[in-house]
């Protein structure tokens, strides 16, 4: 299929900007994932700059090679932990830019990345062709079937603000700043799941360039064995030009997050662990135990602190109550700030107040299948407030309820035996490069007697390889999103971000 045979997407905007350089294919470095940057480099023979001329007058964004001027910034991650050092990078405008792209990479054995906000890579797309969609913004809210059409580089924000106009809501996280298909590929798991599910659960159609070239629109009728794995097997597949998904009806949300003193970490945490549970599906809740660094623009109560950050959100009319609910919770600690009340669908940061500033960040997650009273007192002599240690963040999610249960479509989305999520961050800074990992990695190992077998790809975060991430699926999963991807991609030209 040609540039002009691709279908042209009507909200795309964009102009190129051809800058001459010399990449460099795809080499047979590739084909050893986890090698650093310089085996890479060295392995990594150069291409005639003419061919990438060729490429820029065929897409109607920019076209960097590697060495160009602006390709640093064209590629610049929101964790600025990863900075990609591609082959070449192609600012998307449009579907037709990208099955033009992954074209010229498969032409010139080129393997494909891609980025949308830069909040989950997984490492250096190094040698590659990385295709970045901030530039395909488009957003469209049918109110009346309750569905929403977003093209590849919107973050939820967007989506929440158009859809809260109608009462509507989509299943975004804790960051309204996360881009919606990277998110939903991988599940997503935000305050409303426990209501309605993961959000990949929702999606109604996907338009995916795979490696062929071609744009598919995929659905539960137009090939299922796709549909089925690339909600739940991320970015394995091709790249996800557009996505449809169902919007939620949410009248009324009472929700936000009081911070109260570390000191009070044993008594908040075991509270928590028995009071969770009980709550209903309509509250979708979490606790944390947060370092917070020593900066001026931080709320003095909590500048420098360790503290405890619970995470309230009820998805209901009855706000008395929401009130009631909480109230155990309120009085297990002391409250040095926060607020819980009535809160906008579009409002919804104040509930986790995730960073919207880039940093440079090392995650980590697993699931526990339980979570007994030994497990709190496990996670507390690991990650308490009585040590010295360097996580910003050490995070129990509730989940069970509509998480727990299969989409009314089956997905790929593993995760579902997960009775809690816990997450660990810390920052990833030259310094603390062994420090951080260790330490995070340790907390995750105490816990380890009550995991759940598997993991939320969203939270997998550093990984060793491509086993890793396999075995975040259940093994009949794993070989039915093995089998589909060996019919679509099989010569794994999409083999960064969370590959299996
Ligand atoms: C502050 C913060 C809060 C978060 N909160 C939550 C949460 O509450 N729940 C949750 O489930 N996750 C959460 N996440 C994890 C997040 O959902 C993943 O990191 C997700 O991959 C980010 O997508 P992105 O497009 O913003 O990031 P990017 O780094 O741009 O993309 C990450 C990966 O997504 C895939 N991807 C992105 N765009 C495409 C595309 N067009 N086609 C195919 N694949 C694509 C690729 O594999 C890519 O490598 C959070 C992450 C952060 C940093």
């Keep these: 299929m040609t540039h002009s045979e691709l279908p042209r997407d009507p909200e795309s905007t964009g102009t190129a900007a051809p800058v001459p350089g010399l990449p460099r294919p795809r080499s047979s470095a590739d084909d050893l994932p986890h090698l650093g940057d310089a085996v890479l480099d060295s392995l990594a023979p150069g291409f005639p700059s003419a061919d990438v001329d060729g490429l820029r007058s065929r897409v109607r964004g920019p076209v960097y090679a590697a060495g160009d001027d602006g390709l640093a ?29 992954v074209r010229w990479a498969v032409a ?17 797309a190094a040698g590659s062709l990385l295709i970045t ?21 919107v973050r939820w924000l967007q989506v929440m603000q158009a859809a809260a106009e109608y009462g509507l809501a989509g299943l975004c996280g804790s960051s309204s700043d996360v881009g919606v298909v990277g998110y939903t590929l991988g599940g997503g798991m935000g305050s409303l799941g426990r209501l309605h599910g993961f959000a990949a659960d929702h999606v109604t159609a996907v338009e995916i360039v795979t490696a062929d070239g071609r744009l598919r ?21 091709g790249i996800v ?3 449809e998904f169902e919007l939620v009806p949410v009248p009324s949300l009472f929700g936000g997050g009081i911070f109260f003193s570390g000191d009070d970490a044993p008594a908040l945490l075991h509270r928590f662990r028995e009071w969770a549970p009980s709550l209903p599906e309509e509250v979708g809740t979490s606790i944390a135990i947060l370092r917070v660094p020593d900066r001026e623009e931080l709320p003095p109560p909590l500048r420098g602190r360790t503290v405890v950050h619970l995470r ?6 009855d706000h008395a109550r929401a009130e009631q609910l909480l109230s155990p919770m309120k009085v297990a600690g002391t409250t040095l700030l926060g607020y ?10 104040a509930i986790h107040m995730d960073p919207k500033e880039p940093m440079p960040g090392w995650e980590k997650g697993m699931l526990l299948r339980e979570l007994p009273t030994q497990a709190i007192d496990a996670l507390l002599a690991a990650a308490g407030p009585q040590l010295d240690i360097p996580l910003i963040m050490v995070e129990l999610r509730l989940m069970g309820g509509a998480l727990g249960r299969p989409a009314a479509v089956p997905d790929a989305v593993a995760g579902r035996s997960g009775a809690f999520s816990v997450g660990v961050i810390g920052p990833a800074v030259p310094e603390l490069a062994r420090v951080v990992p260790a330490v995070g990695r340790g907390v995750l190992a105490a816990l380890q007697p009550w995991a759940a077998s598997e993991k939320l790809v969203n939270f997998l975060g550093e990984v060793s390889g491509p086993d890793e991430v396999a075995a975040a699926f259940p093994p009949e999963v794993l070989a039915r999103l093995r089998a589909v991807k060996a019919a679509v991609d099989p010569t794994d030209v999409f083999s960064f971000g969370h590959a299996f």
């Design 108 to 124: 010139h054995d080129l393997h494909v990345a891609v980025q949308a906000t830069g909040h989950g890579p997984v490492r250096n």
């Design 133 to 153: 969609t901030r530039r395909m913004q488009g957003v469209h809210i049918d109110p009346e079937r309750r569905v929403a059409r977003v093209q590849a580089g």
């Design 241 to 243: 030009t557009a996505l």
């Design 312 to 317: 309230f959100a009820y998805a209901g009319t």
């Design 340 to 349: 819980v009340g009535p809160l906008r669908t579009d409002e919804m940061d």
């Design 217 to 237: 629109r995929v659905t539960a009728d137009a090939e299922p064995e796709l549909f089925w794995a690339v909600r739940g097997g991320k970015g394995n597949f």
């Design 73 to 101: 910034a064209e590629v610049a991650a929101w964790n600025v932990a990863v900075q990609h050092t591609p082959a070449v990078a192609v600012g998307a405008t449009c579907a037709a830019d990208v099955g033009e792209a």
